[in-house]
Each structure stands twice: as C-alpha cells, then as structure tokens.
C-alpha cells in the first residue's frame, strides 16, 4: 500500500534512517526494555552532536516493557508532538491507520535529530490494531508479526510521508531484524524503477544496513510461514527469498541480511560467533559498540574532566588525558558520586549503605544467561570477606520481562538472599531500573559485575558506562570486554582467559564461581581497603584506556568511515575478514 501523495515536507536529502523497536530518549518516555533502546538513543544523541541529518523511526509502546493491563500509558501528548496525518499500512487485507508523534534529540552544539513515533491507538483502528503499538515485545508471536510489519512497513511510508527522498538517502540502518519489513519494501520500491532484480539488488546493496546484536536464538524473531503469509500483501510476499526461512519459519534476521548490502556485529568476538553460528552471505564487519559521554558521565567526574581533558565535551577520546589528573582528585569526585547514589538508594530501600564501604554494582535486564546469582551463590564466603578484609554492599537492580518466568524466579532469589544475611551483608535490589537510576549506579558503585554465561554476551553497555565515570569493571571476559581487559589494570576477569572464540568457548560455572570469589576476597578488596591510592590510579586509567574508546562518538565515527559512506563502492557477496 502506497501513502497518499501529500508530503508533510518539502523533498530533502537524509544521511542516514535509523530504524529500531525501541530507542530510549528520556525516563519519562519508557517505550524501551535496555540495552537496545538505550544504544539506539545514544547513537541518535551522537549524530545530533555531529550535526548529520538523520532521523529515528521506532513504535510508540505507549505502556512500555511490562505486557500487562494494569501499565499506565506515558502521556505522549504533553511529551511528543503530533504530527498533521496519518499512514495506511495494510495488514491481513485490512489498512491500520498509524498516528506519528515527533520527538528531538538535541546535540550538544544545538543540531536536532528527531525521533518518530508509529503509533496505532486510533479511534478509526479495531481495538486489536489499537493495541499494536502498546507493549513493547508484548503478545503472541501473530501481535509481534503485526508491530514489525507497522515499523518497517510504516516506517518506508513515513519517510515517504516527510518527503524524504528515497533515492537521495545516504543510509538505511536496521538495528536489530525488528525492522527487516523495511528492506522489503524498499525493494518493492526499486522493483518499480529498476528493469531487472540484480539492479534492483545492487541499489539495496549501497544504502542498505543491519546490525544484528546477540547471539541468543531467542534475540532472532521467527514466525511461522503460514501466518506471515496471511498477514503480508501478496505483492509483498512473492519478494520474500528462500533463504530468509528455517523450513517452515520467516527468520527477520536472516531477511535483514539479504535485503543489505553490509551487516554488522556489536564486537569482535560477536562477530566470530554469528559468522559460525549463522548462514552469512555477505560482507560482517564488527563496529564495536558504545555510549555517549555526556549522557552517562557524573556532573562531579564531568567538572573535572572539563579541568584536565578540556576538549573531552567536544571529542571523548581526549579522556585518554586521564593521566593528568591527580588520583586524589578523582577519587574525591568518585566520593561524591557515590555518596549520591547511597543517599538515593537508602530512601528506597530502607537499608542504610555506608559512604566508608566497597560497594558492588550489578544492574541489567534480569534474565538466567546474565547470572545474576552467581555473585551470591557462596554469602557465607562474602561474610566471611566483611570480618577479614573490609565491609562489603552490593546493589542490585533491573528488570525482567512479564512473560519472563525465570527472570521473576532471580529477583526473588536476590531478594530472599538479602533477607537471610541482612545482619553480616547489605545486599539491596532497587526495582523500577530505568536511566536515571542507571546512571547513579554507574558512577556511585566502587566495582561494576558482570557475570554472563559466554559467549552470549554479544556486547553489553553498562560496564562502558561505568568506565566513563572510572569504575572498574569485574567481569566474565564475553561481549566488550574482552577488548577492554587489561587484568589489574583497566578491572578483573571472571573465569576462563581468553581461549580462542567460538561457540565452544563457553563458561564453566564452577570455575567461573570459584575465579569470582577468589578475586573478590583476595585481590580485589584487599586493594580498595589496604591501597586506596593504587585503586585511585586504576580508575585513572579506567578512564584513559576504556573510558575514551567505548563511545558512541568513536562507534558512529567507524560507522561513517567504514560503512557508510564506502558501502557505495562494496561488492553485494563479498567477505572481509
């Protein structure tokens, strides 16, 4: 189904069109579940900062991550600005009327990247079709069909709708197969002004790009033929290729990866994986994840780094100045930090953390594959820690997924366990983890933790987050951090060292468990109590060494560079190592 002719704008050229399920802009938008939506935004945020014309394309979820009734829809009108029409997107032969809702992202040197919102709840719609654009990840497997097809369909005829032209675009970025619809119907585009499929291939080849972010099964959507079948246009359908399915099943990952012309993983060691894991066909390149300085950087780290980095606002990588700082002055900065967070997570708690304390840091999507009971699976040992070394406080906080069963099942483990030793440990799980309380918690804690089961971490960003605020990140060596490991140096490993990459290279729980503890009580704080001035230093260089690499400025920057704008002169099948 094409929009009408009207175009909201005049025709203009784009850089780049950035596509994704979630794109977390503000705590009082919570249309996003974690990581994905908090990279999406942050990459946004950095093209403002460059001034590059681009945009984001997302669905409203109006109530959010949590699937259930009892959410409260955020108030999109007092947040958002509606625009003047709607877009027809035909499902199963009936047309879902979608409103669109603008929201700017505004860089630091006052450029605007503005975010649009699909959005289904309209009076003309059914209250199914309503509902399609309410919960993030929500429903059954036919309402999730329905959402995709809404943002990548919807998604080609907004863009058509602002008057952007399509021809006249540098990019097409897909984060994640979410949006893979949107490969299909800029084919559908080319196919009516190109005279053969390889042309029609080629052009898709140079403004087409996908970046896949885990390697879990469950991370690559799947749906079953005969619903995709009854839910797409027939013009649509016959454009769907062969190798886009698992037998009976459409897999949007795959889907993705024919329509682009270049894929990309989050880091080094995913991009191993998916190349054994997955059927590639074209060229991977790794583009290696970050986040944006300015959003995750403390006001009292900030002031200094203003001090001692003073490009460091404009260019992050300037950080790697670090070394100019006085350790005692970082270390003060960090004291405040801290005592933000502590002063913030007794008044919800309850539970009074004491200033004078190593305390822990582990907050994430509460899922089994992140682990997070691994740190308490031996209390009596961390006891035994806080007589003969120091006190010890660890914070918990995140969220699991309604639908999510045994992410449910770790919270209350965390919670029980905290209840059992509160008289010999402060262990405090804070619920409601949104970017607000994240990032008081980066920069609060003492040590950041990590405890994934490799290698299905494919990248994680919290750990980068801490690094920009001098936090030591202790962690099982997957995703990121195998790139910014320097034991003792930069923070710890957790388990297995680097052994080669792929999917053999895999955690063993007992000697992950017994690496952690070993480290915790012997190496780790015994520094923090009997060497404050070397644990001050290696936040230092936690800040010189990962803190200026693992940036969204540095992320974007490569993805110029290396994907951009030389996909143009790319071959389609070509492999680079």
Same mark, same amino acid.
């Given at each position: 189904?094409?929009?009408?002719?009207?175009?909201?704008?005049?025709?203009?050229?784009?850089?780049?069109? *950035?596509?994704?399920?979630?794109?977390?802009?503000?705590?009082?938008?919570?249309?996003?579940?974690?990581?994905?939506?908090?990279?999406?935004?942050?990459?946004?945020?950095?093209?403002?900062?460059?001034?590059?014309?681009?945009?984001?394309?997302?669905?409203?979820?109006?109530?959010?991550? *949590?699937?259930?009734?009892?959410?409260?829809?955020?108030?999109?009108?007092?947040?958002?600005?509606?625009?003047?029409?709607?877009?027809?997107?035909?499902?199963?032969?009936?047309?879902?009327?979608?409103? $669109?809702?603008?929201?700017?992202?505004?860089?630091?040197?006052?450029?605007?990247?503005?975010?649009?919102?699909?959005?289904?709840?309209?009076?003309?719609?059914?209250?199914?079709? #309503?509902?399609?654009?309410?919960?993030?990840?929500?429903?059954?497997?036919?309402?999730?069909?329905?959402?995709?097809?809404?943002?990548?369909?919807?998604?080609?005829?907004?863009?058509?709708?602002?008057?952007?032209?399509?021809?006249?675009?540098?990019?097409?970025?897909?984060?994640?197969?979410?949006?893979?619809?949107?490969?299909?119907?800029?084919?559908?585009?080319?196919?009516?002004?190109?005279?053969?499929?390889?042309?029609?291939?080629?052009?898709?080849?140079?403004?087409?790009?996908?970046?896949?972010?885990?390697?879990?099964?469950?991370?690559?959507?799947?749906?079953?033929?005969?619903?995709?079948?009854?839910?797409?246009?027939?013009?649509?359908?016959?454009?769907?290729?062969?190798?886009?399915?698992?037998?009976?099943?459409?897999?949007?990952?795959?889907?993705?990866?024919?329509?682009?012309?270049?894929?990309?993983? $989050?880091?080094?060691?995913?991009?191993?994986?998916?190349?054994?894991?997955?059927?590639?066909?074209?060229?991977?390149?790794?583009?290696?994840?970050?986040?944006?300085?300015?959003?995750?950087?403390?006001?009292?780290?900030?002031?200094? %780094?203003?001090? %001692?980095?003073?490009?460091?606002?404009?260019?992050?990588?300037?950080?790697?100045?670090?070394?100019?700082?006085?350790?005692?002055?970082?270390?003060?900065?960090?004291?405040?930090?801290?005592?933000?967070?502590?002063?913030?997570?007794?008044?919800?708690?309850?539970?009074?953390?004491?200033?004078?304390?190593?305390?822990?840091?582990?907050?994430?999507?509460?899922?089994?594959?992140?682990?997070?009971?691994?740190?308490?699976?031996?209390?009596?040992?961390?006891? #035994?820690?806080? *007589?003969?070394?120091?006190?010890?406080?660890?914070?918990?906080?995140?969220?699991?997924?309604?639908?999510?069963?045994?992410?449910?099942?770790?919270?209350?483990?965390?919670?029980?366990?905290?209840?059992?030793?509160?008289?010999?440990?402060?262990? $405090? *799980?804070?619920?409601?983890?949104?970017?607000?309380?994240?990032?008081?918690?980066?920069?609060?804690?003492?040590?950041?933790?990590?405890?994934?089961?490799?290698?299905?971490?494919?990248?994680?960003?919290?750990?980068?987050?801490?690094?920009?605020?001098?936090?030591?990140?202790?962690?099982?060596?997957?995703?990121?951090?195998?790139?910014?490991?320097?034991?003792?140096?930069?923070?710890?490993?957790?388990?297995?060292?680097?052994?080669?990459?792929?999917?053999?290279?895999?955690?063993?729980?007992?000697?992950?468990?017994?690496?952690? %503890?070993?480290?915790?009580?012997?190496?780790?704080?015994?520094?923090?109590?009997?060497?404050?001035?070397?644990?001050?230093?290696?936040?230092?260089?936690? $800040?010189?060494?990962?803190?200026?690499?693992?940036?969204?400025? #540095?992320?974007?920057?490569?993805?110029?560079?290396?994907?951009?704008?030389?996909?143009?002169? #790319?071959?389609?099948?070509?492999?680079?190592?």
């Amino acid at each position: 189904m094409r929009s009408s002719v009207f175009c909201y704008a005049i025709f203009m050229d784009l850089d780049i069109a *950035y596509f994704s399920m979630e794109i977390a802009l503000s705590d009082a938008i919570p249309n996003y579940s974690g990581g994905l939506g908090v990279l999406a935004g942050d990459a946004l945020l950095t093209m403002a900062d460059f001034g590059y014309k681009a945009i984001g394309i997302t669905l409203l979820n109006e109530r959010g991550y *949590y699937s259930s009734i009892l959410n409260n829809p955020w108030p999109k009108e007092s947040l958002l600005k509606k625009l003047p029409f709607t877009l027809p997107v035909k499902i199963e032969g009936r047309v879902v009327i979608c409103q $669109v809702w603008q929201y700017d992202l505004v860089g630091q040197f006052g450029e605007k990247v503005s975010v649009y919102h699909l959005d289904t709840n309209s009076e003309q719609n059914s209250e199914y079709d #309503r509902s399609l654009t309410s919960y993030l990840y929500g429903g059954d497997s036919r309402y999730r069909l329905h959402q995709e097809q809404i943002l990548g369909l919807g998604g080609f005829y907004l863009l058509e709708k602002l008057g952007f032209q399509v021809e006249k675009t540098r990019i097409f970025h897909l984060n994640e197969g979410h949006a893979a619809f949107f490969g299909l119907a800029l084919y559908d585009w080319c196919r009516q002004r190109f005279l053969s499929h390889e042309s029609a291939l080629g052009f898709l080849a140079t403004r087409l790009v996908f970046t896949t972010h885990t390697p879990l099964p469950a991370g690559h959507d799947r749906f079953l033929k005969s619903l995709v079948s009854a839910s797409l246009e027939p013009r649509l359908l016959k454009f769907l290729p062969e190798t886009a399915f698992d037998q009976d099943e459409l897999n949007m990952t795959r889907l993705a990866m024919f329509y682009s012309g270049i894929a990309t993983s $989050v880091t080094r060691k995913h991009r191993a994986l998916t190349k054994e894991t997955m059927p590639i066909n074209r060229s991977l390149l790794t583009v290696t994840n970050g986040v944006h300085h300015l959003r995750w950087t403390s006001s009292f780290l900030a002031e200094l %780094y203003d001090q %001692y980095c003073p490009l460091w606002r404009r260019n992050p990588a300037f950080l790697h100045l670090a070394g100019r700082i006085p350790p005692q002055r970082l270390w003060q900065a960090h004291q405040k930090a801290k005592q933000k967070l502590l002063t913030w997570a007794t008044q919800k708690s309850g539970v009074t953390l004491n200033l004078k304390h190593i305390t822990l840091g582990f907050a994430r999507r509460m899922t089994s594959y992140k682990r997070p009971s691994l740190l308490l699976s031996r209390l009596d040992e961390l006891s #035994r820690f806080g *007589y003969e070394v120091g006190p010890l406080q660890i914070i918990f906080s995140g969220k699991a997924h309604a639908s999510d069963k045994e992410g449910k099942v770790l919270i209350l483990k965390i919670l029980k366990k905290a209840s059992e030793y509160q008289d010999s440990l402060k262990i $405090v *799980y804070l619920e409601d983890y949104d970017m607000d309380s994240a990032a008081k918690l980066v920069a609060g804690v003492d040590v950041w933790v990590n405890t994934p089961l490799r290698p299905y971490e494919a990248s994680g960003t919290s750990g980068m987050k801490a690094a920009l605020n001098g936090v030591p990140h202790f962690s099982v060596l997957d995703g990121w951090w195998e790139e910014g490991w320097v034991e003792g140096v930069t923070g710890w490993s957790i388990g297995s060292r680097l052994s080669g990459i792929g999917v053999e290279d895999r955690s063993d729980q007992d000697y992950d468990e017994e690496d952690l %503890y070993h480290k915790l009580g012997s190496v780790i704080m015994p520094l923090y109590y009997h060497q404050p001035e070397q644990f001050a230093k290696m936040m230092i260089n936690v $800040v010189s060494l990962n803190g200026a690499t693992f940036t969204t400025h #540095r992320m974007v920057n490569e993805y110029v560079s290396k994907i951009y704008f030389p996909l143009k002169n #790319r071959k389609r099948f070509d492999e680079i190592e």
